[in-house]
């Protein structure tokens, strides 16, 4: 990965962009006050230089019917690389998954989670979670709401 020192207006694009991935390279140009053809020059040197990992769409998952969310808190019998990696891999095929992290401290792994209803929640933590390989402990917590939701990393501008 090519390294780039960031600038102002590199922080301007970067902070537009988090904000609204789908603004015109016309208006983001404008935001940065830059003219367009080196706004997108900057653009693809950041993406290049791995500042900017990807584009996505935000989804509603209420809209989708995933009415639940859950955190589940994994502690692993082994801690040894080849069984981590085996454990994010076995995550990796999981849809229910959305966001996983290995950790410091009493719990090896956090996993953020969604599922249609708590059946299919109760259903993933027994058949799936708590019987793979490895797993010695397994703690959940449902989610009343959510407080605050800032994707990305806040960029000083």
Same mark, same amino acid.
Not at 62 to 74: R, W
Not at 82 to 95: I, M, N, T
Not at 129 to 149: C, D, E, W, Y
């Given at each position: ?41 900057? !653009? ?49 095929? %999981? ?25 299919? %929640? ?15 402990? !397994? ?13 990305? !990393?806040? !960029?000083?501008?």
């Amino acid at each position: 990965m090519q390294r780039i020192k960031l600038d102002a207006i590199d922080r301007r694009i970067l902070h537009e962009l988090q904000d609204d991935g789908r603004i015109t390279n016309v208006e983001l140009s404008h935001r940065a006050k830059i003219s367009a053809p080196p706004c997108l020059r900057r !653009v693809r040197a950041l993406e290049q230089a791995g500042f900017i990992k990807g584009y996505h769409a935000d989804l509603d998952a209420k809209a989708l019917g995933y009415e639940v969310m859950a955190f589940a808190f994994v502690g692993l019998s082994s801690q040894a690389e080849p069984d981590l990696k085996a454990f994010e891999a076995q995550v990796r095929e %999981w849809p229910v998954v959305r966001e996983c992290y290995m950790m410091s401290g009493e719990t090896d792994f956090v996993l953020k989670c969604v599922a249609h209803d708590l059946g299919e %929640w109760q259903s993933f933590v027994t058949e799936k979670l708590t019987a793979a390989k490895n797993v010695a402990s !397994v703690k959940t917590a449902l989610t009343i709401r959510t407080s605050k939701r800032e994707p990305g !990393v806040p !960029v000083e501008v």
